[in-house]
């Protein structure tokens, strides 16, 4: 009673959302500094020497606002991404699982 089994696809679907959205929103920040990173990797002299120096000039430069910028479009990504994996996931895992069994 109350395990997995008893789980119906809409609260699967919404579990792996909310995971997927989850995830996204700690880790982010790193992303946006991965992605600051990146774009200078070309440039003959960079702003940053590194992922610490890019996160303390960041914040000095434009507060912690920018740890979230674009945020909102990664979640609106995030959210049917994680549900239909999570979802598809438990499928398929049950569909192998009685093939195997088999």
């Known amino acids: 009673m109350g395990g997995e089994e008893d789980m119906t696809i809409g609260s699967r679907v919404l579990a792996g959302g909310l995971a997927g959205s989850a995830s996204w929103s700690l880790i982010y920040p790193l992303d946006v500094v991965r992605s600051r990173m990146l774009k200078e990797q070309n440039i003959d002299k960079p702003?940053?020497?590194?992922?610490?120096?890019?996160?303390?000039?960041?914040?000095?430069?434009?507060?912690?606002?920018?740890?979230?910028?674009?945020?909102?479009?990664?979640?609106?990504r995030g959210f049917p991404v994680g549900a239909i994996i999570l979802s598809m996931n438990d499928v398929l895992l049950g569909l192998t699982q009685d093939f195997v069994s088999e």
Request: proline share 0%; aromatic share 20%; glycine share 10%.
């Open 47 to 76: 702003a940053y020497t590194g992922m610490i120096d890019c996160w303390r000039t960041s914040i000095r430069n434009e507060g912690y606002s920018w740890l979230y910028r674009g945020w909102r479009a990664t979640i609106i």
